[in-house]
T-cell receptor, first 112, second 113 residues
Framework: GEDVEQSLFLSVREGDSSVINCTYT??????LYWYKQEPGAGLQLLTY?????DMKQDQRLTVLLNKKDKHLSLRIADTQTGDSAIYFC????????????FGKGTHLIIQP | DTEVTQTPKHLVMGMTNKKSLKCEQH?????MYWYKQKAKKPPELMFV???????INESVPSRFSPECPNSSLLNLHLHALQPEDSALYLC????????????FGQGTRLTVV
């Protein structure tokens, strides 16, 4: 499958904004997703964006998509201790139910 | 209701045992998935069922046998596993069309001894 790249760690101070970045290689991606995984838990869908959109905002979350550069980012405003988790970006290719390809995940660490 | 329920939450099995993992959703989703997640790694797709038919098998060894008895249930039958099969097994479901947002269960933590 195609690679989806993320940096492994991000450390931010409580109250600051967090920006988690992701790059993907398959230009035929149709939807891109952000998932959150807390220790010992499953994956929680945070938000998603269709490939013909540039931006999507949902409360504290803002997703930016640069399709030309194949770059996706997730901005979390006013980061709280409860945001500490691993964040995975994932891409879906094609129109059928083909499953998702995940990035390696970014561990978001919140400093008090 | 966006819940996908997996049982059991934890499972320890010997290499000669036969066990099954179960997954249930009542969102009317017609696509269901099994993923395997090793520690500190992303989930990796194993199987996809679409309208209760197996549509994708990502070259998974035959000691893993999926089954979709109806549109709400998905099982994963395990037989003669190896210690390296120890992992978190995640079930997910999605609609077949549109955004196909996938909702995940909490997973079954499997340990093979």
């Amino acid at each position: 499958g195609e690679d989806v790249e993320q940096s492994l760690f991000l450390s931010v101070r409580e109250g600051d904004s967090s920006v988690i970045n992701c790059t993907y290689t398959d230009s035929s991606s149709t939807y891109l997703y952000w998932y959150k995984q807390e220790p010992g838990a499953g994956l929680q869908l945070l938000t998603y964006i269709f490939s013909n959109m540039d931006m999507k905002q949902d409360q504290r979350l803002t997703v930016l998509l640069n399709k030309k550069d194949k770059h996706l980012s997730l901005r979390i405003a006013d980061t709280q201790t409860g945001d500490s988790a691993i964040y995975f970006c994932a891409e879906k290719i094609g129109g059928g139910a083909d499953g998702l390809t995940f990035g390696k995940g970014t561990h978001l660490i919140i400093q008090p | 209701d966006t819940e996908v329920t997996q049982t059991p939450k934890h499972l320890v099995m010997g290499m000669t045992n036969k066990k099954s993992l179960k997954c249930e959703q009542h969102m009317g989703h017609r696509a269901m998935y099994w993923y395997k997640q090793k520690a500190k790694k992303p989930p990796e797709l194993m199987f996809v069922y679409s309208y209760e038919k197996l549509s994708i098998n990502e070259s998974v060894p035959s000691r893993f046998s999926p089954e979709c008895p109806n549109s709400s249930l998905l099982n994963l039958h395990l037989h003669a596993l190896q210690p390296e099969d120890s992992a978190l097994y995640l079930c997910a479901s999605s609609q077949e069309e549109g955004s196909q947002k996938a909702f995940f269960g909490q997973g079954t933590r499997l340990t093979v001894v």
